[in-house]
């Protein structure tokens, strides 16, 4: 394709994009809006050499033409020099990982085809492919010495068959054979159907190239590739990797019940190293080798369960939890290089908190602001921390995307050193965002929100308002950047997101006010929320509106069931009929253990209680259901029992097929994109009179 039918497709895009806000009359140039969304980038997972003075990022980025998100890898000095590409071009650069004398890297591309393990010379730049994997390798991890790989990569195994067909013709052309599925776990959203047809295991191989050897055994994942990822901890002697994994004959039943193992390397023979009925994860041995720190908690099948940081002796006795005094899920734990203590981060009432905690029990919180940049959402983000004190993180704020910032222990004052979004945000106004704490009707209970405000937002104006909400159900937003907020308040509306009962970061307690008990009482924390920005005077009352995605589609569904104050809706990959859920979402043997008591058809009224179904007699609100075809989390059966539901009543309702998209429609920009349109233009359309902005 000729630059100049780019140019003219670009400026093309541009124009059909910015016509859904034309209608306001303003000169929008100078706000974040769609236009704005393909130069969009953010960082993840930054790595700090082993002398503390370069730190190597991914740098992720949008292309319009292909329609793909890209990564690259990134260099910087810790001082904020130096910033420049290591890799480019329209690939995916991953999971950089510096060897413990700093003088190469290995990490995972795909620019020969197929994800393969790399490794450059970090003196020279010389680059050379190690690998010929026909599945992409995870976890990649250097041995302590230097020369050895370990990693995780699917094993495929045989398919099921139990008919024999006679022969095919030559020449004939017969259809694709039939599919036998006879595990639980059969599809998984995002990775579909091939989640069934094999295994991940672990393989080890020499740093200089080679063929792979595998070292776990048996009809298991090591580890499950979407639970509780794909850490692997070399020991300090080189002879054997830590990590977790559910070995049980039915682990498709207990799903969370992991533990640790050691994996021998040379007579590849394995030991368990806990033994509790609940999940072992992330381990993390000490640099003397005589210690390991590991996350999990004692699971009594609630709904939302405090992860705590444990630590055990190497042969897996003394067991101890630091944590147990600070009700707060503890993850992407890792050693001091002293061996003193142990690093980790939490979420705390909805900010994203990087801690050092040492063996005594003593805890120094060094930095919040830590995410991912893109989404409010909590649990994202990563750091990295080098011998000398010096460490890196992701930071984000409310009108901040994510960037790389630095600082050192003693002084853990964080300091930015990248501005990876400075070129399209330097000269645009960002929606200022407002933290907010009310009372719920239901029980007084104290709920934090955020507001956030339309650029040139004036207080003597009235403002129509969404209500967005969190999905998860267990999961929290906070004061972090949102990309899909920020185009709402660039639209023109006052933006409401909170924490309702049932939310992480507020402790036990809180989350669990849900379980068994969702969608429930948290409508009062969400009706409440509507009320206490109502009160700030700057509200239209005629224009309300209510969106949320998969748990929070869930909640949209339950707030248009229960209340008529709502002018429009849109709900996104809920779930609406919980009976049908268990029956064909990839969690089902999940939710059926910690969502509910057992099965429906020996709780049938519990299940219809907290059905979508159970109050749709009373909606009467317009209503747009969006949804991606290939949705395997949350099917795409459950939009379309909703919409005939809505349809068969007579209220007006559209359904939005996206085709090919999983969970979230996050994939392809456009999609995501479009998402976002749909939602802002189905709320236009239905205001009852133009609201003054």
């Known amino acids: 394709m000729s630059k100049k039918l780019i140019r003219l497709c670009f400026i093309f895009l541009a124009f059909s994009l910015s016509f859904s806000f034309s209608q306001t009359g303003k000169d929008l140039s100078k706000f974040f809006t769609a236009q704005d969304y393909f130069n969009f980038e953010y960082v993840s997972d930054p790595q700090i050499s082993p002398d503390g003075k370069r730190i190597i990022y991914v740098r992720n980025f949008m292309d319009i033409m292909t329609d793909n998100v890209y990564s690259n890898l990134w260099i910087v000095n810790f001082d904020g020099t130096g910033n420049r590409p290591l890799t480019s071009g329209l690939y995916h650069d991953s999971s950089p990982r510096w060897s413990q004398d700093g003088s190469q890297i290995i990490y995972v591309s795909d620019r020969d085809g197929k994800p393969q393990i790399y490794k450059r010379w970090m003196d020279t730049g010389q680059t050379v492919v190690l690998t010929n994997l026909l599945f992409p390798p995870m976890g990649i991890s250097w041995s302590p010495d230097g020369k050895w790989i370990a990693f995780s990569a699917p094993v495929p195994s045989l398919p099921r068959t139990i008919a024999q067909l006679p022969p095919c013709p030559p020449g004939a052309k017969w259809a694709p054979p039939a599919t036998v599925i006879d595990k639980v776990i059969y599809r998984f959203d995002g990775m579909g159907y091939q989640v069934s047809q094999g295994y991940m295991h672990l393989f080890v191989m020499p740093a200089e190239g080679g063929t792979p050897r595998q070292v776990s055994q048996g009809n298991f994942h090591h580890p499950f590739p979407v639970f509780g990822g794909a850490s692997l901890e070399w020991t300090p002697d080189n002879k054997a990797i830590l990590l977790s994994a559910n070995r049980r004959d039915d682990w498709e039943y207990e799903i969370l019940d992991t533990e640790i193992y050691e994996f021998s390397i040379s007579d590849l023979s394995l030991r368990q190293l806990t033994n509790r009925k609940g999940p072992d994860d992330s381990p993390s041995i000490s640099p003397a080798g005589n210690l390991i720190a590991y996350v999990g908690f004692d699971d009594r099948y609630q709904g939302y369960q405090v992860t705590e940081l444990y630590v055990m002796n190497r042969d897996g006795s003394n067991s101890r939890s630091l944590t147990k005094n600070l009700d707060r899920s503890i993850y992407n734990i890792m050693w001091g290089k002293d061996g003193r203590g142990i690093f980790f981060m939490y979420d705390d009432k909805g900010n994203t908190k990087l801690a050092y905690l040492t063996l005594d029990g003593k805890m120094k919180i060094l930095n919040g602001d830590i995410g991912d940049g893109r989404i409010a959402y909590g649990g994202g983000g990563s750091y990295t921390v080098a011998a000398n004190g010096n460490y890196a993180f992701t930071y984000t704020r409310p009108d901040h995307p994510s960037?790389?910032?630095?600082?050192?222990?003693?002084?853990?004052?964080?300091?930015?050193?990248?501005?990876?979004?400075?070129?399209?945000?330097?000269?645009?106004?960002?929606?200022?965002?407002?933290?907010?704490?009310?009372?719920?009707?239901?029980?007084?209970?104290?709920?934090?929100?955020?507001?956030?405000?339309?650029?040139?937002?004036?207080?003597?104006?009235?403002?129509p308002l969404i209500l967005e909400i969190h999905g998860g159900p267990f999961a929290n937003y906070g004061d972090r950047f949102s990309l899909e907020k920020q185009l709402l308040a660039s639209a023109g509306y006052v933006v409401l997101y909170a924490n309702p009962r049932g939310s992480t970061s507020y402790g036990e307690e809180f989350g669990n006010l849900i379980h068994h008990a969702y969608p429930g009482d948290d409508f009062y924390d969400l009706d409440s929320g509507v009320d206490a920005v109502i009160k700030k005077g700057y509200i239209d009352e005629e224009n309300i509106f209510v969106t949320g995605g998969s748990g929070g589609g869930v909640l949209t569904c339950w707030m248009i069931g229960r209340s008529p104050r709502f002018r429009a809706a849109a709900t996104l990959y809920p779930v609406i009929n919980w009976y049908s859920w268990v029956l064909t979402a990839d969690m089902a043997s999940y939710g059926v253990k910690y969502w509910f008591p057992g099965l429906p058809w020996d709780y049938v009224e519990h299940y219809e209680k907290r059905s979508l179904l159970s109050v749709v007699k009373n909606v009467k609100t317009p209503t747009i259901i969006i949804t991606g075809e290939q949705d395997y989390r949350t099917p795409m059966s459950e939009s379309e029992q909703y919409y005939m539901a809505l349809k068969l009543r007579g209220v007006e309702a559209v359904l939005v097929r996206f085709p090919e998209a999983s969970h979230g429609i996050f994939a392809r920009p456009s999609q995501h994109l479009s998402k976002m349109l749909h939602i802002i233009a189905w709320f236009d359309q239905h205001k009852k009179k133009e609201a003054n902005q």
């Open 403 to 463: 960037d790389i910032a630095v600082s050192n222990i003693a002084n853990p004052k964080p300091r930015l050193i990248t501005a990876v979004n400075e070129d399209i945000l330097a000269h645009k106004k960002l929606g200022q965002v407002e933290e907010i704490w009310y009372e719920s009707s239901k029980d007084g209970r104290k709920i934090q929100g955020w507001i956030i405000k339309p650029p040139d937002f004036n207080p003597s104006q009235k403002y």
